[in-house]
């Protein structure tokens, strides 16, 4: 078992950056596969990024390809989303998750086994 817990969001205006932190606790970080996902206030929850087990494979929603980049330090146990050239709509609460896989380039894109509790991200102009 794991448990995750982010950190990291808070308000920022249109145009800058922040840095999203998905601390890992429980067992070792590396079997996992790693996602971030968003939800915005009365909106559903929707994919932003993903990252594979071996830390090497990416996949990224189509409205923050280019902006956003997932990374992961499995020393430190923590996964992150750096988030540039924010826009009003990434406003949302981001939630990291994780699945474990046998497999070290699989991506998770729609389910996973753990879930953190939510950092508030708000983009104000």
């Known amino acids: 078992q794991v448990q995750l817990v982010e950190s990291g969001g808070g308000l920022v205006q249109v145009g800058g950056s922040l840095r999203l932190s998905c601390v890992a606790s429980?067992?070792?970080?590396?079997?996992?596969?790693i996602t971030w996902f968003r939800q915005a206030p009365g909106k559903e929850r929707e994919f932003v990024a993903g990252?594979?087990?071996?830390?090497?494979?990416?996949q990224y929603a189509d409205s923050v390809k280019g902006r956003f980049t997932i990374s992961r330090d499995n020393a430190k146990n923590t996964a992150y989303l750096q988030m540039n050239s924010l826009k009003p709509e990434d406003t949302a609460v981001y939630f990291c998750?994780?699945?474990?896989?046998?497999?070290?380039?699989?991506?998770?894109?729609?389910?996973?086994?753990?879930w953190g509790q939510g950092t508030q991200v708000i983009v104000s102009s």
């Open positions: 990252l594979s087990r071996s830390g090497t494979s990416t």
């Open positions: 998750a994780a699945r474990e896989t046998f497999l070290p380039g699989v991506i998770i894109t729609t389910t996973a086994d753990h």
């Open positions: 429980g067992r070792t970080f590396s079997p996992y596969a």
